[in-house]
């Protein structure tokens, strides 16, 4: 097809403000699908997706409307998987930047505006949901014009919903959103975006070719990876796959090339041809780095062979999470997982649950600390297990947060509370609009991972939202709390805390243990400590049995005698016991809603 009649867009907007709904009438309006196959959020693969109404991995799908075909690539809203946003936008020329109009904009709203003006793409905005009782599209199309600088008289007006507007926002991506340019006789280079593992053809990799042609039986040149392949299938989606013998340049689809290793087909790979292919690779992206770390055991230690093979099948569809093998004297056997965010976590987990049908015990997220020993050597650590003593360390530095927050003015104060006992520092606060005020704060990211979102959400009745950015590490006096059972620490519940908040933690996993322990044939004293000072205790009673039951009177020595002999095996079964934790009191006690 012609280069001017393609256009290759993606949609970005908030969490929750009608991508994939905008995507489902596109696809009704375009006849891609036919009305008895027809679902809700028909892009969006996975029942986790499904189920709790998110988008999780970016979907791609090729439309036709008025004789020009438009690539169009579906995005996350949330902030974690803001790397996925970031992918679509090399593949594209342009965004529909979506907004609610009864919420305005929001923080995604705003770092994904930014991120598609970076990449000096055009942008259609559109106000979404006008068919709401508590829309206002005149007053936040103003407020786009003031923050963003898109004039009002060009926001389109649209319910998703009721597809009022749709047809018009396709005519308005033709008219606005430039062709893609590249030239088709020069040599292959091909941008791969997405990739993903099917057990049944191997990897099948989202494609853009930026330069030349990209034809059925070529041998492939994967320049990152070094490897050489055939292309055994390519294609356009459909949104099902579509084979073709040939992708030109601006074109956007699908690659199968028997490759049995995501890592060959990584996101941002530049793919040429094995014969008079390109020189230079296209500009990748940076990997996501994960910022979260957990310990992921199997409850029942046989499982663990299991999980190591499910790991490795979900990394094939999921490379933004890593894993390595670890071992805790509590759990057994397990892997240390790092994560893009707490969600992230929360899906990979479920993924590893109702997929491969394991039972896991997490431990609690921790995050990566850089410490600079005594000899001056550098080193990161994610497992407060692995921490140095005090003497050891010169210094310790956690990662820092720069979060934008957007709230409505009312709610100022209680953010501010917040942010300010999450140990933030304040660096802006400007009012978007007489309604709705931004802060920046930076802020720690052990102090964000736990719970802070959902803190934030109850705070303003569900009103404010919040996208962050890394911003390097900070010193901090930070330090090791060890939970000690019967004397002996337990790595499980070991966390790194600031020294300020230390008390806190160990007074209450203490009393939390406390509860959860049952009781043994001995008293079990449950400490917290930091180094050799402890800090907080409690103590799980003994089991008292009656010895003296059998008395029937005579001289007090008897009794005493019993209680004697009866002290004497508990303080004997004390030195050599062993105190035994259930699973069930590490669930409950590493639970994050606590």
């Given at each position: 097809?012609?280069?001017?009649?393609?256009?290759?867009?993606?949609?970005?907007?908030?969490?929750?403000?009608?991508?994939?709904?905008?995507?489902?009438?596109?696809?009704?309006?375009?006849?891609?699908?036919?009305?008895?196959?027809?679902?809700?959020?028909?892009?969006?693969?996975?029942?986790?997706?499904?189920?709790?109404?998110?988008?999780?991995?970016?979907?791609?799908?090729?439309?036709?409307?008025?004789?020009?075909?438009?690539?169009?690539?579906?995005?996350?809203?949330?902030?974690?998987?803001?790397?996925?946003?970031?992918?679509?936008?090399?593949?594209?020329?342009?965004?529909?930047?979506?907004v609610d109009a009864a919420q305005g904009i929001e923080a995604q709203t705003l770092a994904n505006t930014y991120l598609a003006m970076e990449n000096d793409l055009e942008i259609v905005a559109a106000l979404n949901k006008i068919d709401l009782p508590a829309a206002d599209p005149d007053l936040y199309a103003a407020e786009i014009e003031q923050v963003l600088g898109i004039p009002a008289a060009e926001i389109l007006r649209l319910s998703a919903k009721t597809g009022e507007g749709v047809s018009e926002l396709l005519d308005a991506v033709i008219e606005r959103i430039p062709a893609p340019g590249g030239d088709r006789?020069?040599?292959?280079?091909?941008?791969?975006?997405?990739?993903?593992?099917?057990?049944?053809?191997?990897?099948?990799?989202?494609?853009?070719?930026?330069?030349?042609?990209?034809?059925?039986?070529?041998?492939?040149?994967?320049?990152?990876?070094?490897?050489?392949?055939?292309?055994?299938?390519?294609?356009?989606?459909?949104?099902?796959?579509?084979?073709?013998?040939?992708?030109?340049?601006?074109?956007?689809?699908?690659?199968?090339?028997?490759?049995?290793?995501?890592?060959?087909?990584?996101?941002?790979?530049?793919?040429?041809?094995?014969?008079?292919?390109?020189?230079?690779?296209?500009?990748?992206?940076?990997?996501?780095?994960?910022?979260?770390?957990?310990?992921?055991?199997?409850?029942?230690?046989?499982?663990?062979?299991?999980?190591?093979?499910?790991?490795?099948?979900?990394?094939?569809?999921?490379?933004?999470?890593?894993?390595?093998?670890?071992?805790?004297?509590?759990?057994?056997?397990?892997?240390?997982?790092?994560?893009?965010?707490?969600?992230?976590?929360?899906?990979?987990?479920?993924?590893?649950?109702?997929?491969?049908?394991?039972?896991?015990?997490?431990?609690?997220?921790?995050?990566?600390?850089?410490?600079?020993?005594?000899?001056?050597?550098?080193?990161?650590?994610?497992?407060?297990?692995?921490?140095?003593?005090?003497?050891?360390?010169?210094?310790?530095?956690?990662?820092?947060?720069?979060?934008?927050?957007?709230?409505?003015?009312?709610?100022?104060?209680?953010?501010?509370?917040?942010?300010?006992?999450?140990?933030?520092?304040?660096?802006?606060?400007?009012?978007?609009?007489?309604?709705?005020?931004?802060?920046?704060?930076?802020?720690?990211?052990?102090?964000?991972?736990?719970?802070?979102?959902?803190?934030?959400?109850?705070?303003?009745?569900?009103?404010?939202?919040?996208?962050?950015?890394?911003?390097?590490?900070?010193?901090?006096?930070?330090?090791?709390?060890?939970?000690?059972?019967?004397?002996?620490?337990?790595?499980?519940?070991?966390?790194?805390?600031?020294?300020?908040?230390?008390?806190?933690?160990?007074?209450?996993?203490?009393?939390?243990?406390?509860?959860?322990?049952?009781?043994?044939?001995?008293?079990?004293?449950?400490?917290a400590a930091i180094s050799s000072k402890i800090i907080a205790r409690e103590t799980v009673k003994a089991f008292r049995k009656d010895v003296t039951a059998k008395l029937y009177g005579g001289d007090v020595t008897r009794k005493n005698k019993l209680l004697n002999k009866q002290k004497e095996g508990k303080k004997r079964m004390k030195s050599i016991g062993r105190v035994d934790v259930p699973q069930e009191a590490f669930i409950s006690a590493l639970k994050l809603d606590d």
């Amino acid at each position: 097809m012609d280069q001017s009649r393609i256009r290759n867009i993606a949609i970005i907007a908030h969490i929750d403000h009608g991508k994939s709904t905008l995507a489902d009438r596109m696809l009704e309006l375009c006849g891609n699908i036919d009305p008895r196959d027809m679902r809700e959020q028909y892009l969006d693969s996975m029942d986790i997706e499904r189920e709790r109404g998110i988008t999780i991995k970016l979907q791609s799908v090729r439309l036709e409307h008025r004789g020009v075909v438009i690539n169009l690539i579906d995005t996350p809203g949330h902030v974690d998987f803001g790397y996925e946003v970031s992918r679509s936008l090399a593949a594209c020329e342009g965004v529909i930047l979506l907004v609610d109009a009864a919420q305005g904009i929001e923080a995604q709203t705003l770092a994904n505006t930014y991120l598609a003006m970076e990449n000096d793409l055009e942008i259609v905005a559109a106000l979404n949901k006008i068919d709401l009782p508590a829309a206002d599209p005149d007053l936040y199309a103003a407020e786009i014009e003031q923050v963003l600088g898109i004039p009002a008289a060009e926001i389109l007006r649209l319910s998703a919903k009721t597809g009022e507007g749709v047809s018009e926002l396709l005519d308005a991506v033709i008219e606005r959103i430039p062709a893609p340019g590249g030239d088709r006789d020069a040599p292959l280079q091909a941008l791969i975006f997405d990739s993903h593992y099917d057990q049944y053809r191997g990897v099948v990799s989202s494609i853009r070719v930026m330069n030349g042609q990209l034809s059925t039986d070529t041998k492939l040149r994967f320049m990152q990876a070094g490897a050489t392949h055939v292309a055994e299938e390519i294609g356009v989606r459909t949104p099902s796959n579509k084979p073709v013998g040939s992708l030109l340049a601006g074109d956007v689809g699908y690659l199968i090339a028997g490759i049995k290793d995501v890592g060959e087909a990584r996101s941002g790979e530049t793919v040429t041809t094995a014969i008079h292919g390109a020189t230079e690779a296209l500009d990748g992206y940076r990997e996501p780095k994960p910022m979260v770390f957990s310990g992921l055991y199997p409850i029942d230690g046989d499982e663990f062979s299991a999980l190591r093979d499910a790991l490795e099948k979900l990394r094939l569809n999921d490379s933004s999470f890593t894993y390595e093998p670890e071992t805790s004297g509590a759990l057994g056997f397990g892997f240390r997982c790092g994560f893009l965010g707490l969600l992230h976590m929360e899906i990979v987990r479920e993924r590893l649950e109702r997929e491969f049908n394991l039972s896991l015990i997490s431990t609690a997220p921790s995050v990566e600390y850089r410490i600079t020993r005594s000899d001056g050597a550098v080193v990161h650590i994610d497992n407060p297990s692995e921490l140095p003593s005090p003497t050891e360390m010169s210094q310790i530095e956690e990662p820092y947060l720069l979060a934008s927050i957007l709230t409505p003015s009312a709610y100022t104060g209680t953010v501010m509370d917040l942010c300010q006992t999450r140990r933030g520092e304040m660096r802006k606060m400007e009012y978007i609009s007489p309604e709705r005020v931004e802060l920046v704060y930076r802020l720690p990211l052990a102090e964000v991972v736990m719970d802070f979102f959902d803190q934030l959400k109850s705070r303003t009745q569900g009103y404010a939202s919040m996208d962050y950015d890394n911003d390097g590490y900070g010193r901090a006096d930070l330090v090791k709390v060890d939970i000690l059972l019967h004397g002996e620490p337990v790595d499980a519940f070991s966390a790194i805390v600031h020294r300020d908040e230390a008390f806190e933690y160990g007074r209450k996993m203490s009393k939390k243990l406390k509860e959860l322990i049952p009781r043994q044939q001995f008293d079990v004293p449950i400490q917290a400590a930091i180094s050799s000072k402890i800090i907080a205790r409690e103590t799980v009673k003994a089991f008292r049995k009656d010895v003296t039951a059998k008395l029937y009177g005579g001289d007090v020595t008897r009794k005493n005698k019993l209680l004697n002999k009866q002290k004497e095996g508990k303080k004997r079964m004390k030195s050599i016991g062993r105190v035994d934790v259930p699973q069930e009191a590490f669930i409950s006690a590493l639970k994050l809603d606590d």
